[in-house]
C-alpha cells in the first residue's frame, strides 16, 4: 500500500467495536475479573481507555482513579470529573502527595536539583528537557534541567549523571505510587487495572517499569498517538481533553511529552515512524511528510535507538535457568 | 423454605453468567461442567459464589463444606443448596 | 532416575559457580546495568540472593536495603545487618510506615478488620490463616481472621469475601512499595533490582503482582525451599537466618508462611511437588514419604489447583492485538 | 595536556571493561566496535561515560558533541579526546 498523508487513518467506529470485544473477553477470559480500574488523568490515553472500558463492561464495572499531588495541575482532576459524568462511571480521588511526601519523593529530588543549582527550593519549579532538533542530527540524548521562578526567570544546565539518575528515581516514585492506588482498588473489587500507554509510549520505553508499565491489560497499546486522537473524536470526549497538550504530569514546571521524551511533534513522529516500520525508502517518506532525505533519516535512526533501548522495561523477570 | 429445583438451576445460572462471564451468554457450559477446570470461575470466584448464596439462599457452607464437591458445577450448587435448605427446614 | 528422600538434594558448589556466572552475564548482557539492589528482610531467601551476588558481583556492587514497617519484627533488621557485615555489602534502612500511613494502608486495613471485629483496635494485632489440613481433603482455599490482643487472648472467625479482598488489597500495599524503595535505589545507581522469590512462592503464586513479583531478575525462582537451605549452609549465612521459621512479615500477629499459603511444611510439599512434576505414581510417593496414597493425591490436587491459579499474576500486561 | 594513543586507548578499554562490563575481560570488542551496537553500553551507558571522561581528563562534551561520531568507539573517544585536549593547549 502506498505511503501517504492518511496512511495512519483508522475507522473508528469498527476498531471501537473490535476493542470493546477484546476487552470483555481479556477481562472475563484471561483474567478472570470483572471490572476495571483505569487512572484518570484529564489526558488523552486513560480518557479513550476510560471510555472504551466503560462501552464495552458497562459503567457500573469501570472506576476511575484522579490521582493528583502537588505538583499536579488542578485541570487534571476537572477534566478527569467532566469525563466520568459523561461516561456515567464512578471517579474516586485519591490523593498520593502523603504517600509521596513518607517515601521521600519530594526531598531525594530537590537535594538531586540543588547539588545543580544550589539556589533551588520549593518556590522555583522544574522540569527536565531533551533535545529537539533530533531530525537536524544524530544525536545521543542528554538532559537539560531548567528551573523557573515565578516571576518567569529561568535557569538551564546540562545534569550531570547523578543528579539526573536521582531525578528521574525520584519522579519514578509517582509512577509506581499510582500503580499501586489503582492495583488497591482492583484488589478490593476483584477488578482488573488498565494500562493506558499508546503505541509510541510503549514501544518507544516511555513509561515506568512496574509503574505505568504495570497494568493487566494495555488496550491502547498498539495505536499510535494520532489514532488515539481519532478514537477520542468518535468517542465524543470532551473537547478540552483533545486540545490540551499531552504533559508528563510529573514535574512541578509544565513539561511537554515532545520536550520530555519524544524531541518530536506526535504526526511527524508516528508518520515518521509507520514509514519505517513499513520500509518506506527516505526518498518517499521525505516528499510526503514534506522533510528533506537527511532529516528522515536522522528520524530513523531516532526512533530506532529509543525502540531498541526499551528492551530493560519490557523484560519479565529473568530467571537463572 | 424449599426452592423449585429448575428454577434454582436458572437463576444460578443467571449469576454465573452475569458475575463472572460479564453477562456474555455465548459461553456454553453444562450443568455437570467444573467451574474451575473450565476457567469459568477462579478461587477467588468461589468465595463470590458463597457470598451470593449466604445472601440470596441464608446457605453457608460450613468448612467442612468447602468442597469441590458441594460448588463447583450447577449440579453440585443445586444438591448442595437443596440438601442445605431441607436440613435448616426440618429444624 | 528413582524417587528417592533425597531427590531434591543439590551440588550446591557447583549450585553457586553456576549462578554467579548466570546473574553477572544477566545483569552486563541483557539489563545493562553494574550492581545489584536486594531487599534483605533477614529471611532464608532474601539472604541467600544477597550473598550469591555478593560473591558474583563483588560486594562492592550489591546494596541491600532494609524495609521495615510499623508492623516488622525488630529481628529483621538485626539479622539484615549481621549479613551485610558477614559478606561485605553495605545496608540501608528505608522505614517505608510513612508511605504506607501516607497511601491509608493501615486505616484501610483496620476499617476491613473491624467489619468482621467490631472491638478490633491498635492494641489487638491480627493475621489470616487458610485450613491446614490439605492433605486430608480436597477442600477450596478459604481465609480465617484471627485478632490477638497482648494477654494472649485470641477470637477467629472466618472472612467475608469485601473484608478478605480489603485485608489483602491493603497489606499488599507493603509489597509494592517495598518494589518501589528497591527501584528507587536501583535507578539512582543504574543497578538492577533483585527478585527473592523461591521456585515455591514464584509457581504456586505466593508473589504481589508488581510487587515482590516485580524484579529485574530472581537468581532463586527454580529452586525448591529446600534446596535454598542446602544453599545457605553452603555459603555459610548467619545461623539464626537458617534456624528461623519463615513468616510472611506482613501482618501485625506473627503467621507463618504454612499456616498463611502453603498450609504444609515445606519438606512435604516440595518432595510432593517434585513427585508430582516427575509424575511419580502416588503408591511410590507415599512409600518414600510414610504417607497414605490418599494423603498424596489430595497433596497432589492442591499443588495443581495453586500452579494453575498463577497464571494471572505471572501474564505481562496484554495487549488488543 | 596531551595524553599518548596507546595508554588512553588502554586506559579507555580498561574503564569499559571494568564499569560496563563488570570486569569480563572475556568479551571481545574492537576498536572500531559501536558501544551502542554491540550492546555494551546503553544511553544510560553514554552519560556515564561523558562523566568519566570529564572526571578523568576533564573532558567535556559540549551539547553538540554529544554524537555517536565522538563517543561511541574506542577510535572515536581517542580521536575525539585527542582533539578536546589539543584545543584547550592550543587556547
Request: overall charge negative; aromatic content about 8%.
Amino acid at each position: 500500500m502506498e505511503f501517504t498523508k492518511d496512511s495512519l487513518k483508522i475507522d473508528a467506529a469498527a476498531v471501537t467495536e473490535q476493542l470493546c470485544q477484546t476487552i470483555r473477553t481479556q477481562i472475563r477470559t484471561r483474567l478472570h475479573k470483572t471490572g476495571a480500574v483505569v487512572g484518570v488523568s484529564g489526558g488523552i490515553d486513560s480518557t479513550v481507555c476510560a471510555a472504551l472500558c466503560a462501552r464495552a463492561l458497562g459503567p457500573e464495572r469501570v472506576v476511575g482513579i484522579m490521582m493528583p499531588e502537588k505538583d499536579s495541575s488542578p485541570l487534571s482532576e476537572q477534566l478527569a470529573r467532566k469525563l466520568a459524568a459523561q461516561f456515567g462511571f464512578q471517579a474516586i480521588k485519591e490523593d498520593i502527595s502523603g504517600g509521596l511526601a513518607g517515601l521521600g519523593c519530594y526531598e531525594r529530588r530537590d537535594e538531586a536539583i540543588r547539588s545543580v543549582f544550589p539556589e533551588f527550593d520549593p518556590s522555583w519549579s522544574a522540569k527536565i528537557t531533551i533535545p529537539t532538533n533530533i531530525l537536524e542530527k544524530d544525536t545521543f540524548n542528554f538532559f537539560h534541567l531548567t528551573i523557573e521562578n515565578k516571576s518567569g526567570e529561568s535557569r538551564t544546565k546540562r545534569m550531570p549523571l547523578a543528579a539526573y539518575l536521582q531525578v528521574v528515581a525520584s519522579s519514578n516514585l509517582k509512577q509506581r505510587l499510582r500503580m499501586t492506588t489503582l492495583y488497591y482498588h482492583a484488589e478490593k473489587r476483584n477488578w482488573a487495572v488498565i494500562g493506558t500507554g499508546n503505541k509510541d509510549e510503549h514501544e518507544q520505553g516511555f513509561f515506568v517499569k512496574y509503574g505505568d508499565g504495570g497494568a493487566d491489560l494495555k488496550p491502547i497499546a498498539h495505536l499510535f498517538k494520532i489514532q488515539v486522537y481519532q478514537l477520542a473524536e468518535y468517542l465524543k470526549v470532551p473537547r478540552e481533553i483533545i486540545d490540551r497538550t499531552p504533559t508528563t504530569d510529573t514535574y512541578s514546571a509544565e513539561v511537554t511529552q515532545e520536550e520530555f521524551f519524544f524531541g518530536l511533534d506526535f504526526y511527524k513522529m508516528d508518520m515518521l515512524w509507520y514509514a519505517l516500520e513499513h520500509k518506506v525508502p527516505a526518498e518517499k517518506a521525505a516528499e510526503v511528510l514534506g522533510l528533506t532525505v537527511e532529516q528522515v533519516r536522522h528520524g530513523y535512526a531516532n526512533i530506532e535507538r529509543k525502540v531498541n533501548a526499551t528492551e530493560y522495561l519490557k523484560l519479565p523477570p529473568l530467571h537463572a535457568v | 423454605m424449599t426452592i423449585d429445583q429448575t428454577v434454582l438451576r436458572k437463576e444460578l445460572r443467571q449469576f454465573i453468567t452475569d458475575s463472572f462471564l460479564i453477562g456474555d451468554d455465548q459461553v456454553v457450559f453444562a450443568d455437570t461442567d467444573s467451574f474451575m477446570k473450565n476457567g469459568i470461575i477462579d478461587s477467588t470466584g468461589v468465595l463470590e459464589l458463597t457470598a451470593h448464596l449466604e445472601e440470596k439462599y441464608s446457605v453457608t457452607p460450613s468448612d467442612d463444606e468447602m468442597l469441590p464437591a458441594n460448588l463447583d458445577s450447577i449440579d453440585n450448587l443445586v444438591n448442595f443448596i437443596q440438601r442445605k435448605l431441607s436440613a435448616t427446614a426440618a429444624q
